[in-house]
């Protein structure tokens, strides 16, 4: 069955560093594009940064500059480096990565990450 882990959240102040990781296991099937999506508090979630396993990368304007989705293709690892954190980024993040030939997206469990003023 696959698993995706998520690590890495944490308290943070304003202006600080975080850096998310995201371990996939269970599958020989390869992956496809791999993400991190944010849910706010009593907002809906968001795309925050998605990579497709050629390297092309797509950003939420409210994080390009700040944050660096990365991956390890052989280790089957996604990686969000998010620098210079806001209030506003406050959220539970989750990995997502779409596998296999027909591409079935499957979600992590979520790491929350907090920052303070």
């Known amino acids: 069955q696959v698993q995706l882990v998520e690590s890495g959240g944490g308290l943070v102040q304003a202006g600080g560093s975080l850096r998310l990781s995201c371990a996939v296991s269970?599958?020989?099937?390869?992956?496809?594009?791999m993400g991190w999506h944010r849910q706010p508090p009593g907002k809906q979630r968001e795309l925050v940064a998605t990579?497709?396993?050629?390297?092309?990368?797509v950003y939420a304007d409210s994080v390009k500059g700040r944050f660096t989705i990365f991956r390890d293709n052989a280790k089957n690892l996604a990686y969000l480096q998010m620098n210079s954190l806001k209030p506003e980024d406050t959220a539970l993040y989750y990995c997502?990565?779409?596998?296999?030939?027909?591409?079935?997206?499957?979600w992590g469990q979520g790491t929350q990450v907090t920052v303070s003023s």
């Open positions: 997502n990565a779409d596998v296999g030939p027909y591409r079935y997206t499957y």
């Open positions: 269970g599958t020989t099937f390869s992956i496809n594009a």
């Open positions: 990579m497709t396993s050629g390297g092309l990368t």
